[in-house]
């Protein structure tokens, strides 16, 4: 009996070593943990971030020609691929004849003008000489009047012939029909004024119309120049191609889009923090970032902006919590996460969009 007590005791006491030890060590780490979390905000759910362009064709028509290769570097303005320019062409030769079509009909017009504003000049010399041809027989007239009514009282006291009176009765009666005459010529000539001047009106409307027309005939040949200069297809910004499947000879469509272009010049990581963990992260705080690519690499960063609503919110189907049964469930705000000019660019320039990364906000 006593041989199986003193071999207990010394099991019990290692036993009891172990234990006080998983204790202090299991006590530290929580304490560390509390410490930690009430200076710091963590999250696993955060990816790395790029601008992704998307290469859309503004115009349509049959590829002729790719000049690039998936993950190539492209500089911004480089040609990405041609479409078959011969269509867009012949619209423009089109174009150019419609501006010359419109340019003729205004010189047209112009020159109907000015034979309309030529026959009103006429017809206002025609007009003036009248009225001074007028002007004179009507002093003519009243002479012949004169004459006749003298010549009348002689001839009823037997003082001239009745030769004479017929005479100077006939001078009057043509002076008159002559004032007649030249006042019947006069209105023709106002009136034939008044087409010319309707004639002048329509000429003027019908130029302005030819120049509208040249417009729009100019409008049309820039907007078909336009359309020839889209069937190059060029880099909008620099960056790396992916995921290019075009063939020569595909046709696309306006706004189809082909591939992409990663803008290499930002970088970004966005952060999905649990709405509780949102209360003491603010913007500026400094943030350390280690991606799961690159676990010996500790990215220095700094909190930029909050999204305005929850990621569920831009989900293709929100949830909607006034139908069915509801059941709470915490949401994540995203979180824009900057690197830091203390950090090492060949470092930043190994990310790609939509690796995994851990966020640490120092809160404190």
């Known amino acids: 009996m006593e041989t199986t007590t ?10 009891i070593i172990v234990f006080a030890l998983v204790v202090l060590l ?20 955060a990816q790395v971030e790029r601008n992704l362009t ?24 480089d040609t990405l691929f041609t479409i078959q320019p011969v269509d867009y062409e012949v619209r423009v030769q089109e174009a150019r004849a419609a501006v010359l079509v419109a340019e003729s009909s205004l010189e047209v017009s112009k020159a109907d003008v000015f034979a309309t504003n030529a026959n009103v000049a006429i017809s206002d010399a025609t007009i003036l000489s009248n009225t ?10 009243k002479q012949a009047n004169n004459d006749f009514d003298r010549y009348a009282n002689l001839y009823k006291n037997h003082s001239i012939t009745k030769q004479q009176y017929e005479q100077a009765l006939t001078a009057k009666l043509e ?10 010529q006069r ?17 003027s409307k019908q130029t302005s119309v030819a120049q509208a027309n040249i417009e729009k005939a100019k409008a049309m040949l820039k907007a078909a120049e336009l359309n020839l200069s889209y069937t190059v297809v060029t880099a909008a910004v620099d960056g790396q191609v992916s995921n290019i499947k075009l063939q020569p000879g595909q046709f696309v469509n306006p706004g189809q889009s082909l591939f992409y272009v990663i803008n290499n010049s930002e970088t970004w990581v966005v952060a999905n923090f649990k709405e509780t963990q949102l209360n003491k992260i603010r913007a500026g705080q400094k943030v350390e970032i280690k991606v799961d690519a690159f676990p010996d690499d500790i990215i220095e960063g700094e909190v930029q902006s909050f999204s305005p609503a929850t990621g569920s919110r831009f989900s293709l189907l929100p949830p909607d919590n ?11 705000l995203p979180v824009k996460i900057t690197f830091t000019t203390a950090n090492k660019p060949e470092v930043i320039a190994m990310l790609r969009p939509g690796m995994n990364a851990d966020v640490d906000v120092h809160v404190k």
Do not use: C
């Open 6 to 15: 003193e071999h207990k005791k010394p099991a019990n006491k290692k036993f």
């Open 26 to 45: 299991g006590g530290g780490f929580g304490i560390y943990k509390y410490n930690h979390s009430q200076a710091h905000e963590t999250t696993d759910d």
């Open 54 to 77: 998307p290469i859309l064709p503004r115009v349509g028509g049959y590829i002729e020609q790719v000049y690039v290769h998936d993950n190539q570097l492209v500089k911004k303005g």
């Open 132 to 141: 001074g041809t007028i002007e004179a027989a009507e002093i003519r007239a």
């Open 175 to 184: 002076a008159d029909k002559q004032v007649e005459v030249l006042q019947q």
């Open 187 to 203: 209105k023709a000539s106002s009136s034939q004024k008044a087409a010319v001047m309707s004639k002048t009106d329509v000429a």
């Open 322 to 332: 006034a139908t069915g049964n509801f059941v709470k469930t915490v949401q994540r």
